[in-house]
């Protein structure tokens, strides 16, 4: 196996790319084959208009003697801010020009390192969030690691410019870390399967990563999304995300209905995978969601014949104690019952415990009862450290 690219490789990589990509683009001109709209957030020229009124009218109680020469100076200043009114009009599509090439850079920098036969910039990766999940306690191969993880605990659209909501998202967001080097979903739609966000739901619904991210190295967050056509838009997006130290990845194999029928109406699976996230709702991580399924005619959510869930979102990563919080709704929508359970984590193999779901409405016992399995992996560094005689250690 060859060594992984250090870093004065990797920044001569991505002079020699920059190079590549400046003598290309005066070839190409100003054509791309990406299609890339990275959203970002510029002031509105009519909140500096506002402001600059208000303090032409703080400014008008001065002496009458200077009103010729006031009269001048607010010519010259009307003359400058229709400059910066053009200069601010242009300022979003050349930032959004800017991201682009800067991103062609990232992505040349990245084939001039990396790619290699059928490994190609926009490769999946296929590494197993339960890599280790079949070795014992004692016969853990030494590269199995504990090692430091990102979090990505949700995306929102935090604000918008020239475009009114819903917004119609479409397009791809991925990371990338040291262990392949390859694109790990997080979240992806195509243009006939778009997501409507709204003013109350700015999220966007994730449904990766496929296995832990690890940042022990840089961890690069490639966002292409886009919008269908209504216009201009500029936003600006926010990420929540959270970095464990040690931690473990858990993967949510199962989460199946034993007794009753509590997601009649929908509900919601959530998780906290971290201390620091107990106490902050908005850092639960959503695996399940019935409003991004589809229901009957009559209001119901279709189930397995089995009973099993079709989890969104399955991989976390785990610092601590897992914990997986279920709510069901009633036929208006509301919380109708709840319930919750613990993992300690593992270092290997699975687990498995039963959710009893306690109705808030009546003080009466737990009917319905849902069993969740984990399954649990510690960390590859890199693939080389993936051994196959750790399968004659068992």
């Not at 778009?194 to 022990?216: C, E, M, N």
Request: glycine fraction near 6%.
């Amino acid at each position: 196996m060859s060594q992984e690219p250090t870093a004065r490789s990797y920044r001569r990589a991505s002079q020699h790319a920059h190079r590549l990509h400046q003598e290309e683009m005066s070839r190409l001109g100003s054509d791309h084959d990406l299609e890339l709209k990275s959203i970002s957030f510029e002031p509105t020229t009519e909140q500096k208009q506002d402001q600059e009124q208000e303090q032409q009218e703080e400014e008008g109680g001065d002496d009458d003697d200077d009103d010729e020469e006031e009269e001048e100076d607010e010519e010259d200043e009307d003359a400058d801010e229709d400059e910066e009114d053009e200069g601010e009009e242009l300022a979003p599509e050349s930032s959004m020009e800017k991201e682009k090439d800067d991103f062609a850079l990232h992505r040349k920098a990245w084939e001039f390192s990396f790619k290699r036969g059928r490994l190609t910039f926009g490769t999946i990766t296929s590494l197993s969030p339960m890599v280790y999940t079949h070795c014992t306690p004692s016969c853990l191969p030494g590269e199995a690691d504990l090692a430091r993880s990102l979090q990505m605990c949700s995306i929102k659209i935090a604000r918008i410019k020239h475009l009114q909501w819903p917004l119609h998202v479409y397009g791809t967001v991925a990371s990338r870390d040291c262990v392949d080097h390859k694109r790990n979903i997080l979240f992806f739609r195509p243009k006939s399967e778009s997501q409507t966000l709204t003013k109350k739901d700015p999220y966007l619904h994730l449904t990766g990563p496929r296995r832990g991210i690890l940042s022990v190295d840089p961890v690069h967050i490639e966002v292409q999304l886009m919008l269908k056509k209504q216009g201009q838009c500029w936003a600006k997006d926010r990420e929540l995300v959270t970095q464990l130290e040690r931690s473990r990845q858990a993967t949510v194999l199962a989460v199946r209905v034993m007794e009753g029928a509590p997601f009649k109406y929908g509900g919601q699976v959530l998780c906290c995978a971290s201390p620091y996230d107990e106490e902050d709702p908005g850092r639960r991580i959503v695996l399940f969601d019935s409003k991004y399924g589809t229901t009957n005619d009559d209001g119901t959510m279709p189930m397995d014949p089995d009973g099993y869930l079709d989890l969104s979102r399955r991989v976390v990563s785990v610092q601590g104690r897992l914990k997986i919080f279920i709510n069901t709704h009633s036929r208006s929508g509301s919380v109708l019952a709840s319930g919750r359970v613990s993992f300690r984590a593992k270092d290997c193999q699975t687990s498995s415990s039963t959710c009893f779901l306690h109705n808030r409405r009546k003080a009466s016992k737990a009917k319905d009862e849902v069993k969740i399995t984990v399954a649990w992996s510690r960390f590859a560094r890199q693939l080389a450290d993936i051994e196959i005689d750790c399968f004659t250690n068992l």
